[in-house]
């Protein structure tokens, strides 16, 4: 038989003469303890030879080599390329992935995602739009001091004490609507991604800001409101196609919607883009693979994904070596770029 | 201070007069164990109060709840598929999943699917091909008794103490280039998946069986080279097209190839299929994208991952419940089905 002695997080308390939570804050490395506290607690934790991340105390410090991927997304390549980027990240640092497909509308999402964090016992997450955006996810995650990372459509977001991915949706669908602009067009459509998930909105906006900037007036019969489908793309394209005053281009807010307006543009014997110019955004296979191929906006999702990794594991590393996390919550920015192809351009 | 007193399997083996290794066969729930000595060890870990399931005898014991699945391949939608078709069952059942895509040539592959199981303690693995194939993984699985289902390309496996689930490629290919025989074509080019992946040889083989069957001669000149990839299909459409004797219909080991071709042709001025039929397989987004459509064969890439992670967990759950699993490894098979679409036919 083996005798094993176990100490506990109350024998620190006791010892440190402080509360059992000032001491977990002093684990989880929070920036709220005062110096002196943060000595007296380190050096009782010395003396007893207590090991926090053997112990239960809390989720977040499991000392597992885990972490999880949250998402909802019904678009395969995004998907695959996000996990792709997590999954390189996980190798050169010696983690494994699990992932977690969920619907942003279930009303138990929040205990899904903390069940799932409890029963794998998951170092962290990475969380991408539209769970990145969810203050109930995200409350119950800071509560159990599991840390994750957010991936976020936008230049900036309410709540920044946590790091956080940016992804410049806005300017580059801007980019992409005032290039159509200068190949003449001033009617141009616009199907929108899913409801709900922040891309759609920064698309629109985007979208809406270029009309405005080259004073050309809104006008909401325009667009219309899809899901980041292949047949969001056929279905835009009928209702576009039903207006008196038809669009001359349309800009979908991925390639697979565009390559849906594609394919029924070219059902109803039209030439793209000489009398339907079409625009997509991501940069995804789809985009190279249509006739003729997609103008886009270059989305880096495996550059992306690789630095929410980073930055989650970096912290997880830290803590667990003992190391300081930096103060600040680190912020990264992406800006996908205008690729400019034969969808929408007609070289002279 | 908490005290605990653990008892270790050799506790047990002391107790029982038995070895250390027949009380792993007991917990194990091996066949090889006779009654008598089955029940004795049980009553030694009844008296003992020993819990098997958290101690570290052995990896395929530990109480996870998730499991792993281990692959090596390009194509998007067929992963997506397969992690959708293995999450809905672990869904249903309370499992994690643990995704791990790696090289099938590493010469380190075996030693890195054996860390990752004992690094997150997972509960057992779906193997898809070519890993599903591979001795050397599977021997040093069954030598820590962890738990994997095969999904196998083909009909039949020398190995069958574990269970497998077989996708019948070579019928379904054959019925496929059957259909272009029918249409008139007797000059037909094939271009292959990745080598080392059993799909691409069952369907290679199916290809011939049809020829074969209707009198048309083989020539090797037809048979192309290729990965599943659409490059691959631009590719092998030029080289097809770069002999003196071309063929009238190209079948291609999967959609993605069979869309580099139509691409490749359209880009050639050919007409599809009057001028050229073209045949995937796997009923993928990419079949209905193309235009024309293309015919296939529809391969259910989600009830088969499903049925692996089904066999897999029914497993797992037998052991821990003490359950005895059924004697005979559960052997189950799909059969892609043709799906004749525009690509190759046109109605009268």
């Not at 001033?186 to 985007?206: A, C, P, W, Y």
């Not at 667990?320 to 920015?333: D, K, N």
């Amino acid at each position: 038989m083996r005798i094993l002695v176990k100490t506990t997080i109350k024998d620190v308390a006791k010892l440190a003469g402080v509360s059992f939570k000032t001491v977990s804050r002093v684990i989880n490395n929070e920036a709220s303890v005062k110096p002196q506290t943060v000595e007296k607690v380190n050096q009782a934790i010395a003396q007893l030879n207590y090991q926090p991340n053997t112990a239960a105390r809390n989720l977040a410090s499991a000392n597992t080599y885990a972490i999880g991927y949250v998402y909802d997304n019904p678009n395969a390549y995004y998907v695959i390329n996000m996990q792709n980027g997590i999954l390189a990240e996980c190798r050169n640092r010696g983690y494994e992935l699990i992932i977690h497909p969920c619907h942003a509308t279930s009303p138990t999402l929040t205990e899904e995602i903390i069940k799932m964090c409890k029963r794998s016992q998951l170092a962290g997450l990475v969380l991408s739009p539209p769970m990145s955006e969810m203050a109930g996810v995200m409350d119950s995650l800071d509560e159990l001091a599991i840390p994750y990372v957010r991936i976020v459509s936008g230049s900036a977001t309410k709540r920044n004490h946590r790091p956080c991915v940016f992804v410049h949706d806005r300017d580059a669908a801007r980019n992409i609507v005032e290039h159509l602009i200068a190949q003449g067009h001033t009617r141009i459509g616009f199907i929108s991604g899913d409801q709900g998930h922040r891309s759609t909105e920064e698309r629109k906006l985007g979208y809406r800001e270029a009309l405005t900037n080259h004073g050309i007036p809104l006008d909401r019969e325009l667009e219309i409101d899809g899901t980041y489908s292949f047949e969001s793309g056929v279905k835009g394209f009928k209702q576009l196609r039903a207006l008196g005053d038809q669009p001359t281009a349309i800009f979908a807010c991925n390639d697979e919607i565009a390559s849906g307006s594609l394919f029924a543009a070219r059902l109803n014997g039209l030439d793209v883009p000489s009398q339907l110019a079409i625009a997509g955004f991501e940069n995804s296979p789809f985009s190279l693979q249509t006739w003729p191929k997609l103008t886009t906006a270059a989305q880096p999702t495996g550059e992306i994904a690789s630095q929410a990794a980073a930055t989650l594991i970096e912290e997880i590393q830290s803590k667990r070596t003992g190391r300081l996390p930096s103060e600040v919550a680190q912020h990264t920015h992406f800006h996908p770029e205008l690729v400019v192809r034969e969808s929408t351009y007609i070289p002279d």
